[in-house]
């Protein structure tokens, strides 16, 4: 008895004023950046995915569909390297948000672990949370 993978995406209807179609989860943690080869400048990300990422840019100095490289950061550290980055929207003036066309399958790999470990991460703090809300709620019934 095997498992077949099953392929599988979730389409949102297009409201008009964006595409809803995600390849994967969006994540946020503390102390992401990434470094662009080409700004030799470090900008912190405000959400990431296996396919993508979006960082803050003061200077709005980028355009809709530049190319850069970029080297993910996670608390100082290089976790991938060397990723080609397309900026496909600018949000809000300062919201760069690029996909990255072109990755190896290490790279994938790598991304893909970063943002399962967050989700882990955010999940264990979630239950955290919610135990101890049961333990007070719990404490004030005594």
């Not at 296996?50 to 840019?57: C, E, P, W, Y």
Request: charge should be neutral.
């Amino acid at each position: 008895m095997g498992i077949e993978p099953l392929d599988f995406s979730v389409e949102y209807p297009n409201d008009g004023h964006r595409d809803h179609h995600r390849r994967a989860v969006r994540v946020h943690l503390p102390g992401l950046t990434v470094w662009l080869l080409e700004r030799e400048a470090f900008y912190p990300v405000v959400d990431l995915s296996t396919f993508g990422l979006a960082f803050k840019d003061e200077s709005k100095s980028f355009q809709s569909g530049q190319t850069v490289t970029v080297d993910v950061h996670v608390q100082g550290k290089v976790w991938v390297a060397g990723l080609d980055a397309k900026i496909v929207t600018i949000r809000d003036g300062i919201l760069v948000a690029c996909t990255f066309p072109n990755m190896s399958k290490l790279q994938e790999q790598r991304m893909d672990k970063l943002s399962l470990e967050i989700q882990k991460r955010w999940i264990k703090i979630r239950k955290f949370q919610k135990q101890q809300g049961e333990d007070e709620a719990n404490a004030k019934q005594t």
